[in-house]
């Protein structure tokens, strides 16, 4: 294992009481209580804040007896489990509740009756970590000397009465792959629970999430219904959440939430403290397209937390709440035949005791599926089967029960095409109107419209109040899709940023957004955000030599590194070397911040290094893997130094390779075996010497 200084093993023990109460926020400091959960998929319900944290008492109460929980970050894993939820009713009968890991105590598990189920869905995290949610679960059930109410060590089975089913969602280019779903069945069936079907493992990576999940299902509900006796059924659907027009109500009352995310919002007092839960609507104070080319548009943002109470530190991300094109709300409504009543006031209310209502209400169709819902993603095959039953003729019908039970043929003519729901619609329903989908069955079945997160692109030693953003604005034309895919939030920030430059009627690629948000709240160029802590930290002593690996979008958090090591080489702080791995396409296209780096490089000198691959300038693809090998003796003279080693940006392909390439360099340098180097990222890894912040 790397060898770590004093200095750096006390930042490494403030970084993990920093992470140990992050993951704990909730117990130990007070969070602004979630009213609405997570995604509009919860609609079958969890407890809420101040009721019993309870699992039993709670099914025994509402009459359940199954329930599935979920570990989930950005809704997936919470869609997923409302699916189960919803399917294990519709086909089986089976009174299900959907239940938010994060609200329920686990040591009562071993008094969870026989003949009732319960059920995992676990997304994994950064180093095979739990999602915030799932923390204090995974804690309590990984825990050595895990106790339960009843007494009695792990030695003595205490869960022997429990039956469980377990969907793990991960994605295959991280190292520690679907470790959580991996790791919680391993100690359920250590303490002597029994699993109904295989652990399944969807990866995202692969890009096969969907379809692993619902090969893993079919079998997994054939050992379920034979251990409990069940019989399937025609399946019908059965609405958990009520839907009331109330025509006595209008937009113009104050009472009427028309996309406001919550009471303090609606009646125009926003009150910290602001967190995922709770956004704060800030100023957009800059705006700039750092290049514009081929239709492809980067943009840097400052955004103002002045007076927010919010604070970041250099590393930290930003989410960014968007709002949908109104383009596509418009395209909602149309397919289904409402545009009359799109303003229409609706109350929403729980049907059954379990049931969260989404979103604040009263509310109208319009706000609702405007700024809760996600109606750009991409449809689910399992989705459009269940969908087929509403379909306006037989012959459609026919259609959508053909494409939800084909895989290849749903691939070709929706995932292929990069089609969202209201645009299938759209093309199957052949100008007919879909009037027969219940709008209740919309905000269950579809996931709430989650935040962005984006790499903070500031130092907060140089700019504590002001958080810079570094965006590509997606846009995705695919031969054969009848429409370019247009990204929800990097569209929003573009139509924002051509706000802020004078363009009255800002309207990129025709989407219409809303960009005064809801009665003109954030006029003024302001945009809801909230601040999200990570553990992608310079080192404290600026004197440590750094190596960072961050091509595209992924420079992002280095201009915020290099930033803050320029500042504190102008300070007189003894600043040790640092070195930035660039690439981009053409230097005279897209080499972000590239007058910047001559500033920075004037306040850090010979300390500063910056090597850049432009892939597209020569005949061959050069990349930033070709830079590190080139450099690879330097790069290896900087790591037995004890240099940090950041890699940011695509997951997928990037980082993987950066860090396979790292153990070669290491080996040929060390002269010591490939097996050997990969040992010693390993332990960098472990260790903090090595950190990644990357997406894909
Ligand atoms: C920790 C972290 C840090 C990040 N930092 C940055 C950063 O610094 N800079 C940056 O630019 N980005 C960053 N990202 C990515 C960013 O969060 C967003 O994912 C990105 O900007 C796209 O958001 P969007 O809302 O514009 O696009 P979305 O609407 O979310 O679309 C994104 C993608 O989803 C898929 N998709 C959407 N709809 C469909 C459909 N109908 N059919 C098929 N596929 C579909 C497509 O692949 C599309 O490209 C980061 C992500 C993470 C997790
Ligand atoms: N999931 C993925 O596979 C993936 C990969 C990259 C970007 N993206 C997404 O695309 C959007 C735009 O990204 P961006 O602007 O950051 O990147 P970008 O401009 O597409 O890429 C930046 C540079 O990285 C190069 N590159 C491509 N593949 C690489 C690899 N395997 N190793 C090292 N470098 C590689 C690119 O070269 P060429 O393009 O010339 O090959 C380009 O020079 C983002 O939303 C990002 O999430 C996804
Ligand atoms: C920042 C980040 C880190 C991730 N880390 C891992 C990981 O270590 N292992 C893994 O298998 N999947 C990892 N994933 C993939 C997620 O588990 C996967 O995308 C999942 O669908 C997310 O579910 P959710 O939307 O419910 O949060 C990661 C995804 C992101 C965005």
Redesign the pocket.
Known sequence: MAQLDTLDIIVLAALLVGTVAYFTKGTYWAVYADPYGNSLGSANGAAKAGKSRNILEKMEETDKNCVVFYGSQTGTAEDYASRLAKEGHARFGLNTMVADLEEYDFDNLDSFPEDKLAVFVLATYGEGEPTDNAVEFYEFIGSEDVSFADGGSADDKPLSKLHYVAFGLGNN?YEHYNSMVRNVDKYLTKLGASRLGTAGEGDDGAGTMEEDFLAWKEPMWAAVSEKMGLEEREAMYEPTLEINERPELSVEDDTVYLGEPNKNHLEGNQKGPFNANNPFIAPIVESAELFTSND?N?LHMEISIAGSNLSYTTGDHIAIWPNNAGKEVDRVFKVLGMEDRRHTVIAVRGLDPTAKVPFPSPTTYDAAVRYHIEINAAVSRQLVSVIAQFAPNEEIKAEMVKLGSDKDYFREHVTERNLNLAQLLEINGKGQTWDKIPFSFLFETMVKLQPRYYSISSSSLVQKDKIAIT??V?SIEKPGAPYALK?VT?NYLLALKQKQHGAPEPDPHGLNYAITGPRNKYDGIHVPVHVRHSNFKLPSDPSKPIIMVG?????APFRGFVQERAAQAQAGQSVGKTVLFF????RSE?FMYADEWKQYQEALGDNFKMHT????DGPK?????HKLEEFGEEVNKLLEQKAYFYVC??????A???NTLLGKIISQYRNVSETKGEEIVKAMRASNQYQEDV??
């Open positions: 280019t492809r980067c965006a590509i997606e990204g990097t091509p595209g979008t992924g420079v690439g981009c396409r053409k897209d691959a432009f892939s597209r693809k050069v990349y930033v893997q940006g695509d997951a997928a392909h990037m993987r390779e950066v997406w894909s």
